[in-house]
């Protein structure tokens, strides 16, 4: 999907702000708006994050691929089991081989230096976004069945999937997974 992997040792994090990663051309939702944009609204709201980051934290299950299958609800669309599959080859290769890394060492500065620890976190926050939204657009490109059932059922079965792909089967995750579709989809009346 994308061209090539930049080596994390090639990032200048001192140009960061003028570095944009491109993924190819790879829209086969077009009727979709922007993944990335609807996260970025919906992310808004300490109560969906927090609800994501302790689903991330405690069960490890990635924050764009549970605001991924929200969204594609709320559009009508579900994931194949393939598409599924191929959701977590892309988790994977993005988390495990850039994001995790630079999560780790943004949370590791040291507090000895705030200042010069301050601005060298935001540079690695800003570069961890530039992959999020990477790994959001490559997400955003999976093929998707067409279902017309209700939105906030859809989302709850999407979760559900996803979970059950990644052996979590820990009532208080479903419930976590309940409650963020409860706050970015619309319940049926």
């Known amino acids: 999907m994308y061209s090539t992997k930049i080596p994390l040792c090639h990032i200048s994090l001192l140009n960061l702000k003028n570095m944009v990663l491109k993924p190819m051309d790879m829209h086969k939702n077009k009727a979709m708006p922007s993944l990335w944009n609807w996260s970025l609204d919906v992310y808004k709201d300490a109560s969906v994050a927090s609800v ?24 009508n669309r579900a994931p194949s089991a393939q598409t599924l599959a191929r959701s977590l080859e892309i988790s994977r ?6 994001i995790q890394g630079v999560r780790k060492a943004r949370r590791g500065l040291k507090r000895d230096d705030l200042e010069a ?3 060298l976190k935001e540079r690695f926050l800003a570069l961890e976004l530039v992959m999020e939204k990477n790994q959001q657009a490559a997400l955003q490109a999976l093929p998707l069945l067409n279902d017309k059932r209700a939105a906030f059922i859809l ?10 792909i990644c052996a979590v089967s820990d009532p208080a995750c479903v419930e976590l997974g309940d409650k963020l579709c409860a706050l970015i989809v619309p319940t049926p009346d």
Do not use: T
Request: proline share 0%; net charge negative; with cysteine.
């Open 93 to 98: 290769e993005w988390q495990e081989g850039w």
């Open 117 to 119: 620890s301050q601005g």
């Open 52 to 75: 994501c980051l302790h689903l991330q934290d405690r069960f490890d299950l990635d924050v764009n691929i549970l605001l991924w299958l929200c969204y594609i609800a709320v559009h």
């Open 155 to 164: 989302a709850q079965e999407n979760l559900r999937s996803y979970m059950d």
